[in-house]
């Protein structure tokens, strides 16, 4: 079965499945409420983006979609997985298999090149050489960069280590792709062309949920959904990707 193919297949089955999420931290003797009662379900092929000002909750909501934080209480299943109540090494190893994130400050090795940074996850999942040379190269040519892979990042453009920084989510075949705030260090011209990226991504079958500020960037997506005081206060579809 071709990618294509299997992303057809997949589309529709829920990706992210999330009940009366809760997260809740302690600062001195106040506690802070940052997600409040949160529940959503993101299907597989979606596009979508979470949205709100600073303070409404959509990074810790993020950083608990991508496992890098666990809820105070309820439900989140990944990929049919219920992983709420996941050690550090079992959400280490949920992370490598099923989430690819792009960062809005890239997060790239500086003195590795674009090819190795790309193959870092695939190390990290013992691939053999050979698979990961192969991967590598699709996943630089998917996004355009397949001339620049000896290159290291700072000899790269803003923009081409944003493309480098997507190539290395897409190597592992993620189930999700997250990116956080990825076109928050580009200029417009070079955040458009990032957006079409993700959007030529979505159209393969990736599922893609971006965290923004920017209401101009979350317009790329078909599903907006607003946070505001760690409660959803708007989930719509009807957008469309460019």
Known sequence: ???????????GRPIIEVQDLHRTYEVGT???????????????????????????????????????????????RLAGTEISAFTEDQLAEIRNREIGFVFQTFNLLPRSSAAQNVELPLVYAGIRSKE?????????????????AV?????????????????????????????????????????????RI????????????????EADIAEHCRRVITLSDGRIISDETGGASS
């Open 30 to 76: 106040e506690k802070v409420y940052a997600v409040q009662g949160v529940g959503l379900t993101i299907c597989a092929g979606e596009y979508v983006a979470i949205m709100g000002s600073s303070g409404s909750g959509k990074s810790t909501l993020m950083n608990m979609l991508g496992c890098l934080d666990t809820p105070t209480s309820g439900s989140y």
């Open 198 to 213: 993700l959007g030529e991504l979505n159209a393969k079958g990736h599922t893609v949920v971006i965290v923004t500020h």
């Open 1 to 11: 079965m071709s990618p294509t193919e299997h992303a057809a297949a997949e589309a």
């Open 151 to 195: 290159h290291r990042p700072n000899e790269l453009s803003g923009g081409q280590r944003q493309r480098v920084a997507i190539a290395r989510a897409l190597v592992n075949d993620p189930s999700l792709i997250l990116a956080d705030e990825p076109t928050g260090n580009l200029d417009s011209t070079t955040s458009h062309d990032i957006m």
């Open 132 to 148: 990961r040379s192969r991967r590598v190269t699709a996943a630089l040519e998917a996004v355009g960069l397949s001339d620049r």
